[in-house]
């Protein structure tokens, strides 16, 4: 890659082209040309002009860099500045597509979305399909981490694209197939998780990208934890939280923390447990972000709920459901007003559970969320059942297994 690379061009900006996470620019284009020994025309699609291939400039290889080098912050600062004064509409397109990917890296999904919504805007007039998919991709990116529904329907939508532009970009269908993943397992679709974990391991093949593996393993931790097996859950955890830190990635070091914790809480070690948690905090704190805040809120409330905090427990998940209220964050909202539920029935204010497990199922109903509303009436019908209230149960019961028939078995193994 050094010799490669020479003086003109970095490494890094050699492996992003190699690894199909960047185009070059026709200047790269033609350095590579003459140190391999090949014409430019042999790197391109067949029958493509040399003045039509749309192949951005050294402009865009500076953020491309920025963004593989996590400096995202200067990454969007850089493509403000690029954008303000002013581009070709494909060059914007591109300035845009890097903003907004490195915005949805810092956890900014509002201000990610509008940066994408221009760039595809842009892309009505001036296609392109590769930079269709990326920007599509990190659109669904931006919905899941604000936990909109059309987050799924986006990806699958970037994934199709993909696999049908040409040359196939392995990388990015890997890329795209983990966040599909991801939404899974947000969902409790855990068997379709799985499905789309295994199919990114193999389209990725030998070309690893750190941050997407260490996701990868986080969300296979979180599978096995439904499953019952905490051994391989624990394990999967540790190997993600060593890649969140290779990376340096303080955002997702939280994430991983508070699966972690969640792991430890259920094998009874509450105090390691409320470590973990607590390191959460601090690293979403390091990054700058509100994102993912209410799930670690909920996971602490839990275990001083467990620990017969409850005073403390009601405080911290009010917090929580207060953020992913303002943040719109509408599974967080749930889990909270379903954690809240069970923390009032654990002090026997029924009517104050009631009103909160109602609320998460309205909720849910609201978003057709099917799979999550299913566990929300089986929770329910739960703590119905534990009251002693065998009519009202039933009801739940029934709603619980006429939503079951309609998806994967698996996705009931926990409720909530």
């Not at 699609?45 to 996590?70: S, Y």
């Amino acid at each position: 890659m050094a010799a490669l690379a020479g003086s003109e061009v970095t490494r890094q900006a050699i492996f992003l082209i190699e690894s199909g996470k960047m185009r070059p620019s026709m200047r790269t284009l033609e350095l590579i040309a003459n140190r391999t020994g090949k014409p430019v025309a042999h790197f391109l699609p067949r029958g493509q002009a040399r003045g039509g291939n749309g192949l951005a400039g050294p402009l865009i290889e500076e953020l491309a860099v920025l963004c593989f080098q996590q400096q995202f912050e200067q990454a969007i600062k850089r493509g403000l500045e690029m954008l303000e004064q002013g581009s070709p509409p494909r060059v914007e397109a591109h300035i845009r597509q890097y903003v907004g990917q490195a915005l949805v890296r810092s956890s900014r999904p509002d201000e990610a979305l509008e940066q994408l919504r221009l760039a595809q805007q842009i892309l009505e007039t001036e296609p392109d399909p590769w930079l269709a998919v990326e920007c599509a991709d990190w659109t669904a990116c931006a919905l899941y981490l604000k936990e909109d529904s059309r987050a799924l329907s986006v990806a699958q939508s970037a994934l199709q694209l993909c696999r049908s532009t040409q040359p196939r970009l392995p990388g990015t269908e890997a890329r795209i197939l983990e966040h599909i993943a991801s939404i899974h397992v947000k969902n409790h679709s855990f068997e379709k998780a799985i499905a789309s974990y295994e199919d990114a391991l193999e389209v990725a093949g030998s070309v690893r990208d750190l941050t997407r593996l260490g996701r990868t393993y986080h969300g296979l931790s979180i599978v096995y934890q439904e499953r019952g097996d905490l051994e391989r859950a624990v394990e999967f955890t540790h190997k993600a939280l060593a890649l969140y830190t290779l990376e340096n990635d303080t955002a997702l070091l939280a994430r991983g923390e508070n699966e972690l914790g969640l792991l430890l809480m259920r094998k009874g070690q509450m105090g390691r447990a409320e470590e973990a948690f607590r390191a959460a905090l601090a690293h979403i704190e390091e990054a700058k972000t509100e994102i993912a805040k209410s799930h670690v809120l909920l996971s602490l409330g839990e275990l001083q709920a467990k620990t017969g905090r409850t005073h403390d427990a009601v405080a911290t998940v009010r917090e929580a459901i207060a953020l992913a209220k303002r943040l719109g964050e509408k599974l967080s909202l749930v889990a909270g007003h379903q954690l809240m539920g069970r923390i009032h029935e654990q002090s026997r204010k029924t009517t104050l559970a009631d009103k909160e497990f109602l609320a998460a199922i309205r909720l849910l109903a609201a978003g057709g969320l099917e799979d999550r509303l299913a566990e929300s009436h089986a929770a329910y019908a739960e703590v119905l059942d534990a009251r002693g209230d065998a009519s009202r149960a039933a009801n739940h019961w029934k709603k619980a297994a006429t939503l079951s028939l309609r998806r994967e078995p698996a996705a009931m193994s926990r409720p909530a």
